[in-house]
């Protein structure tokens, strides 16, 4: 499936809270993750990336879930900071799709002083 | 920063036109992709190249083409420009691509408006 940026999700928090940002993923034969962030007027950033054989991998104050039985991706953000603020892409990847990265449609993330 | 750049940052241009898009990637990087993001389609893969090589193409438009240079950097062409060719275009690149597990690196994207 491929990604359509209709309407983005949004999630509201406040500052110091901890902020989980949810994704389904289209194919079952997906077996890399990437989790990207984007500011406003800027490309996206590299944030955590997980592969198959995980089901979660930490970062500073990130950590990616993953549940392959529902197709189901997480990133929590620990201690949520103003500077969070912003939309949040998760990315899938599938061997037969060499290095091209199907992104999903993103989470508006913006954390209330 | 990520340490791919992109040319220009903003472009403003007329139905029917071409414009030409510029990226370097980061240093020792081999492989460079184009993605177009559009409020309506999001963020979509275009094409890849390896070396100087396409290695995966995905939804570009026949009017649209790209290359890979000796130095690696890379070029994107959008020729017979549309009002709904407006839209973010990035380049992302990492060291490989020739696996799925790459780590793509994005720049800070050309926006294009077409009047």
């Known amino acids: 499936g491929e990604s359509v940026g209709l309407h983005l999700p949004t999630l509201s928090v406040q500052e110091g809270d901890n902020s989980i940002i949810n994704c389904a993923y289209s194919?079952?034969?997906?077996?890399?993750f990437i989790w990207y962030k984007q500011e406003s007027g800027k490309g996206p950033q590299f944030i955590i990336d997980?592969?198959?054989?995980?089901d979660k991998r930490q970062g500073q104050r990130v950590t990616v879930l993953l549940n392959k039985t529902v197709k189901h991706l997480s990133l929590q953000i620990a201690a949520t900071q103003p500077g969070d603020s912003a939309v949040y892409f998760c990315?899938?990847?599938?061997?037969?799709?060499?290095?091209?990265?199907?992104f999903g449609e993103g989470t508006q993330l913006t954390v209330n002083p | 920063d990520s340490g791919v750049t992109q040319t220009p940052k903003h472009l403003i241009t007329a139905t029917g036109q071409r414009v030409t898009l510029r990226c370097s990637p980061r240093?020792?990087?081999?492989?460079v992709y184009w993605y177009q993001q559009s409020l309506d389609q999001g963020l979509q893969f275009l094409i890849q190249?390896?070396?100087?090589?396409?290695?995966a193409k995905g939804n570009i438009l026949e009017r649209f083409s790209a290359q890979q240079f000796p130095d690696l950097h890379s070029e994107l062409n959008l020729s017979s420009l549309e009002l709904g060719d407006s839209a973010l275009y990035f380049c992302?690149?990492?060291?490989?691509?020739?696996?799925?597990?790459?780590?793509?690196?994005f720049g800070p994207g050309t926006r294009l408006t077409v009047l």
């Open positions: 992302a690149s990492s060291v490989a691509g020739s696996t799925n597990t790459d780590t793509q690196y």
């Open positions: 194919n079952s034969a997906s077996d890399y």
């Open positions: 997980i592969r198959s054989n995980m």
């Open positions: 990315a899938e990847n599938w061997s037969t799709s060499g290095s091209r990265l199907t």
């Open positions: 240093s020792g990087d081999l492989s």
């Open positions: 190249y390896y070396n100087g090589e396409e290695r």
